[in-house]
């Protein structure tokens, strides 16, 4: 069992940063892919940006050039660098992880609570 805990929402203006962080914890996994997706008030939840165990990343158009996620496999944590950040960029962010279990070596998914991101002057 894997358990997600989020980080580092909050208030911003328009143009600001914030980082976002999740730390998976729990025994018996090896953690594979690793994304952020969000949520805004009444649509439908995205994907933003994920990472493989190997470092390879992929973000939706909309926050290429001011999004960066990375992760710590020593830690497994991952985090999300959001830079120069709009209005529509206000949404809940979530944690995805994919882990597979040691013992039955199943491929499974786990969500974080989510964090709330606001922008607005």
């Known amino acids: 069992q894997v358990e997600l805990v989020e980080s580092g929402g909050g208030l911003v203006q328009p143009g600001g940063s914030l980082r976002l962080s999740c730390l998976a914890s729990?025994?018996?996994?090896?953690?594979?892919?690793m994304a952020w997706s969000r949520q805004a008030p009444g649509k439908q939840r995205e994907l933003v940006a994920s990472?493989?165990?190997?470092?390879?990343?992929n973000y939706a158009d909309s926050v290429k050039g001011r999004f960066t996620i990375s992760r710590d496999n020593a830690k497994n944590m991952i985090s999300l660098q959001m830079n120069s950040l709009k209005h529509e960029d206000t949404a809940d962010y979530y944690c995805?992880?994919?882990?597979?279990?040691?013992?039955?070596?199943?491929?499974?998914?786990?969500w974080g609570q989510g964090t709330q991101v606001t922008v607005s002057s």
């Open positions: 995805y992880v994919a882990a597979f279990s040691i013992s039955s070596g199943v491929r499974e998914h786990y």
């Open positions: 729990g025994s018996g996994f090896s953690i594979d892919s």
């Open positions: 990472i493989s165990r190997g470092g390879g990343t």
